[in-house]
């Protein structure tokens, strides 16, 4: 099987009247990492549910493996989906199923296999998180750290052709989120084919896993390119953002408190 590239073309979204992104013009190779990478708000988890077939774009085109996803036939948007896997932003598992019953929800699910084939399945992915010791564990007897690896070998038992991880690094000490781009990269290694689709404000992990990157910002695309093309960029925005300027923000010292609440206050705390 070959990669399954993701385009981007004239994509407007948003909801009802509101419009989050427009106009974005992108292509997400096939077989490579991508990352999706832009501010809080900016519209990434809302671009991933469209790219997953979760929600249809105001205006433009998703093609998935050149064709258009909203445009397919009720049979073919299926097949498609079907070879989706995604990590979403808070690793969205089922609090009264087990790991081993979360990670196997996309066989059994849609599948007849006996039991012990879904426990092997699912041990097989949980192992290859690191997780295999915590099988029978329930969702909320695990680390966040943790519980996002299982969405993430949720993710992949079904072989998909695009994986899409929504911030799956975020909330995580930087030696865990370190692991988590690992395991990413090792994904790659072993699944050559697969496209992997990752949402992102961190920056070091951008730098690690990334090879090809889309930046979001002021409700359109910014950059799409090479992560070469985008550290070598001048671009005001871009230069602020990778060097984690802030922006110009209310200011402190121009909002002093209330001479009159602030002597009220003083004689409470001194009483
Ligand atoms: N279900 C919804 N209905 C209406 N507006 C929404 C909905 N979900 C998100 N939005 C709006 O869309 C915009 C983009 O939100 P989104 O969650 O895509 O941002 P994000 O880039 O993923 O942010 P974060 O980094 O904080 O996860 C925000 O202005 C948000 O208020
Ligand atoms: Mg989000």
Redesign the pocket.
């Known amino acids: 099987m070959r990669a399954w590239n993701i385009e981007l073309r004239y994509l407007t979204i948003?909801?009802?009247r509101?419009t989050?992104l427009s106009d974005i013009n992108a292509t997400l190779p096939g077989g490579e990492i991508s990352v999706i990478l832009?501010?809080?708000?900016?519209?990434?988890?809302?671009?991933?549910?469209h790219i997953v077939g979760l929600q249809r774009p105001i205006a433009g085109e998703i093609l998935i493996d050149g064709r258009d996803l909203y445009a397919l036939d009720k049979e073919e948007f299926r097949r498609t989906r079907r070879r989706m896997g995604v990590l979403f932003?808070d690793g969205a598992l089922l609090g009264a199923l087990t790991l081993a019953q979360n990670a196997a929800l996309p066989l059994s699910q849609h599948l007849w296999l006996k039991k012990d084939l879904l426990r092997n399945a699912a041990l097989r992915v949980l192992r290859m998180v690191g997780l295999a010791d915590f099988a029978d564990y329930y969702p909320n007897e695990l680390s966040g750290g943790m519980r996002k690896r299982a969405g993430l070998a949720r993710a992949i038992i079904a072989e998909p052709a695009i994986l899409l991880c929504?911030?799956p690094t975020?909330g995580l000490d930087p030696i865990t989120a370190a692991r988590m781009d690992d395991l990413l990269l090792s994904m790659r290694a072993q699944y050559k084919e697969m496209t992997i689709v990752v949402?992102s404000?961190d920056l070091a992990s951008l730098k690690r896993i990334a090879q090809h990157v889309l930046v979001?910002g002021e409700g359109r695309a910014l950059f799409a390119g090479s992560l070469e093309e985008l550290l070598n960029s001048h671009d005001p925005y871009l230069v602020n953002f990778l060097n984690r300027r802030p922006d110009e923000g209310p200011r402190f010292e121009d909002e002093p408190p209330n001479p009159e609440v602030l002597k009220a206050l003083n004689k409470w705390l001194d009483s």
Do not use: A, I, P
Not at 38 to 49: E, N, V, Y
């Open positions: 948003g909801y009802d509101h989050v832009g501010g809080s708000g900016c519209g990434k988890s809302t671009l991933l549910r932003q929504d911030e975020s949402v404000h979001l």
